[in-house]
């Protein structure tokens, strides 16, 4: 009966847009478990002891939500479904890994290494230059640029299709990464290919991304970055936080076009709600250096 219920669960959420693919490998869990020990209905305690199974507290809590939620909206048809209670495994510590933001020079080295990577005369440098380039110049995560096809390129700019919140969205382009982007495409186009893909390997295939991150790492290695962040790595995903600290600093910096600015970023990110854009920015010597002059203007306005 659990299973059923499942399969009907799933079916809403899918057809709400939700992809669901982690939330429903976790709930067939649940389910499997909880069924081969009798269970027709929800129970907390049951959900707690396959929670309980994870290895680690995120995970654990992750489990209890996931099966929370299916839970609700269980309950809410049947009484006899009970809904463990959200903070029975403790309450959630919010770890952010402070992003790593790129100098300029950084970039440009970035950019060096990968135009120098062989075979030379392939199109494999000038594909990841121009791949690393685009993900500096538009914010794009790395697997909206991967999933991006040949005719995804427009005379208005990138069409991002159905992207990780199930929306679709035009990212217009700078002249300069218009120009880089067109060189590619002259390469790109003389393959001998059926892929559609807009950067694919030497063979005319499709990247996954864990080879681009290899390749990434290496340029790491090449340009002095490994480490560079108190020991740690620099992220290809830092690169999608620099691209929003940077274009804020070149904001004018009073409020109303701060605001204006915001709205428009998130909406260039592909962000659901405008809180989520926050979470990319990262104090920089230019943002404090706005925020103390906006604080000393305040001040001085107060005191007049």
């Known amino acids: ?66 099966v929370r939620r299916f839970a609700l909206a269980m309950h809410a048809e049947d009484p006899r479904h009970q809904v463990p209670a959200a903070d029975a495994l403790g309450h959630a510590v919010v770890k952010r890994r402070p992003p790593y933001i790129y100098s300029a020079d950084e970039i440009a080295r970035l950019l060096r290494a990968a135009a120098a990577l062989r075979p030379e005369g392939s199109i494999r440098p000038t594909m990841y230059a121009t791949l690393f380039g685009l993900l500096t110049a538009t914010g794009m995560r790395i697997a909206e640029a991967l999933a991006l096809q040949i005719d995804d390129v427009t005379a208005d700019g990138l069409v991002v299709r159905q992207t990780k919140f199930q929306k679709s969205r035009l990212l217009p382009l700078h002249a300069t990464a218009r120009l880089a982007l067109d060189r590619y495409l002259v390469a790109r186009r003389s ?114």
């Open 191 to 304: 393959l001998t290919t059926t892929d559609r893909a807009l950067f694919v390997s030497v063979a005319g295939q499709s990247l996954p991304y864990n080879t681009v991150r290899r390749i990434f790492l290496q340029l790491l290695d090449r340009t002095d970055l490994r480490g560079a962040y108190s020991g740690r790595d620099p992220r290809i995903h830092d690169l999608r936080h620099t691209f929003a600290v940077r274009s804020l600093e070149q904001c004018s910096h009073d409020r109303a076009a701060v605001a204006r600015h915001i709205v428009a970023l998130s909406t260039y990110l592909g962000h659901v709600h405008v809180t989520d854009t926050y979470w990319y920015l990262q104090a920089t010597p230019v943002l404090m250096g706005h925020i103390a002059e906006a604080g000393e203007a305040l001040l001085i306005g107060g005191a007049a």
């Open 1 to 66: 009966m659990l299973n059923q219920h499942l399969a009907k669960y799933l079916d809403q959420q899918q057809s709400l847009g939700f992809k669901f693919r982690v939330q429903q490998i976790l709930l067939r869990g649940y389910v499997g478990f909880a069924e081969e020990r009798g269970d027709r209905h929800i129970r907390s305690a049951r959900v707690l002891a396959w929670a309980a199974r994870a290895p680690s507290p995120e995970q654990r809590r992750n489990r209890l939500l996931t």
